[in-house]
Structures are given as structure tokens and as C-alpha cells.
């Protein structure tokens, strides 16, 4: 998508008004900025670091449902809606975040229509984001394949070095556990998976980085390159009756979800 028109403010616009209202705080890996069930305080603002979403089951089973990288918004539609926290919110290193009181965030969006509309973007946003993470349940039938998709999201989201198409350098703290919670497999498969792509060079993960060697067979392991194998639609012959062979279009995949510590002040 381009950037917006003149009547249409930026993402930015939003991220710089609820700024100017917030605080700043350094936070610590494994801080807890709130916690599935609490009551929305305000929004959190990340701009360093890295967020990972989670949901428990009452068995104690944990989810994670998606990896925040910075600029996003956090707990916005609970601080609008004053609903609790669906999500446990937890750091994954050392992040930066910027805390915004609700009765902030509600005076700003009541009385700054450029702040309210981008907001509805991003809540927009959000909303076709937990659509695709639905039709992700049904349509990953593997765990590589799964596991594949996230390591993209990942290496595309939160690249810090690009070497050229192929590869891509990510700073990312994560186990193998918690891959395992974001990808619905056991820790064991996540394990096996994460050798197997080293050994055929396709991606390296160790617990301060990720490096995508191979971002096209990744691709293709994920579902998201277009088959190789399709086959070549039949020259018309004017002089002869009969239908035309026609190139079927490659299958739509939908995005793969992302899916204790201290609290935070």
C-alpha cells in the first residue's frame, strides 16, 4: 500500500500525538507490561524491542498469538471499549515503551479527528490480521510448514540487515518452547524442524538471532511461491473445436499466527 493522501493522516500521526501524552520507561527481557484479564490502565507504545502476545487455557496451556515489533500500539480497543485485556503482553528483550493513561487516550480520540481516524485504521488493521491468523488454523497442515511462515514473519518484520533477496539477519529472543506455543506443535517437532532447516542451510536460530539463509525455499516450504510444476496453458488452433487449457491461479495461503516475569511500572 502507498502512502496515504493529504486527507488521510499516517499511522505516525497517531504514534506522535499519544507520544506527547505518555511517559517513556526502559524495561528489562521477560517484563510483563499487563497481564490477560486486567483492566485497561492506558496504551503501551513500543519503540525498541520486541513483544510476544500470549493466551492461557484454564489447563495452564500458553499461546502465543502474535510478535510485536516497535511502532506498534498496544491496548488500544481495550482502552476504547474499556473490556479486559484479552492477551498477556511480555517483553522479549530489553524494549523501550512509551505509556499512555486511558484518560489520555480517550481525550485525545474524542477531541482530534485526525487522531481517531487513524486510530480506526489500526484497529482496521488488527481485525483483517485476526482473519488471516483464523484461516492459518485450518490451511497449515504441517509443521514445517507453519514453523516456515513464522520464521518469514519474523525475518520480515523485524529485519535489521538485508544481504540480498535470500537472506535476512533478525535480532529476536525466543525458545524453542515459545516457538513451539506460537505455532501449535510440541517443543520436541519445533526442535527437529529448526535442525533440519539448519542442516540444509535454509535458516539458523540461536537465542539472540535468527538468519534466514534461504528466503526462497522457505518460501516454498511455507506454501507462499508459486508451484514450479504448473502446467503450460494449450495453444488455440483456429481450425480446430474443442476448450482451451487454462493455467489454474496459485492457492491463496493465509498468514501464519504468532502464536513469568516482572511487572512493569
Known amino acids: 500500500m502507498g502512502p496515504p493522501h493529504d486527507s488521510q493522516p499516517s499511522g505516525d500521526y497517531l504514534l506522535k500525538q499519544l507520544e506527547s501524552e505518555g511517559f517513556v520507561c526502559s524495561l528489562p527481557p521477560r517484563a510483563i507490561l499487563f497481564m490477560e484479564g486486567d483492566v485497561p490502565r492506558g496504551v503501551h507504545i513500543l519503540s525498541q ?7 492461557s487455557s484454564r489447563e495452564g496451556r500458553v499461546l502465543i498469538i502474535k510478535i510485536i515489533d516497535p511502532g506498534e500500539i498496544l491496548g488500544l480497543h481495550n482502552c476504547i471499549t474499556g473490556s479486559a485485556y484479552e492477551v498477556t503482553a511480555q517483553t522479549l528483550q530489553s524494549s523501550r515503551v512509551t505509556f499512555v493513561k486511558r484518560e489520555d487516550v480517550t481525550r485525545l480520540l474524542r477531541n482530534n479527528p485526525e487522531a481517531c481516524l487513524t486510530a480506526i485504521q489500526r484497529l482496521s488493521r488488527t481485525c483483517h490480521e485476526v482473519y488471516s491468523q483464523v484461516g492459518s488454523v485450518k490451511f497449515s497442515p504441517s509443521a514445517s510448514e507453519k514453523l516456515a511462515h513464522f520464521l518469514l514473519t519474523l525475518a520480515t ?22 516457538i513451539a506455543q506460537a505455532i501449535g506443535a510440541s517443543r520436541e517437532t519445533v526442535t527437529r524442524a529448526l535442525a533440519s532447516f539448519r542442516k540444509k542451510q535454509l535458516a539458523n536460530l540461536t537465542r539472540t538471532m ?56
Open 49 to 55: 524491542g520486541h513483544v510476544k502476545l500470549t493466551v
Open 210 to 265: 535468527l538468519l534466514v539463509k534461504n528466503r526462497a525455499e522457505l518460501e516454498r516450504i511455507a506454501g507462499l511461491a508459486p508451484s514450479r510444476t504448473e502446467p503450460a496453458a494449450a495453444p488455440l488452433d483456429p481450425g480446430k473445436r474443442g476448450s482451451v487449457a487454462t493455467l489454474r491461479p496459485p492457492s491463496t495461503r493465509w498468514s501464519t499466527p504468532l502464536g513469568s516475569g516482572r511487572q512493569a511500572s
Open 157 to 178: 518484520d523485524g529485519c535489521s540487515e538485508q544481504d540480498n533477496s535470500n537472506t535476512m539477519r533478525v535480532e529476536m529472543d525466543l525458545t524453542h518452547d515459545e
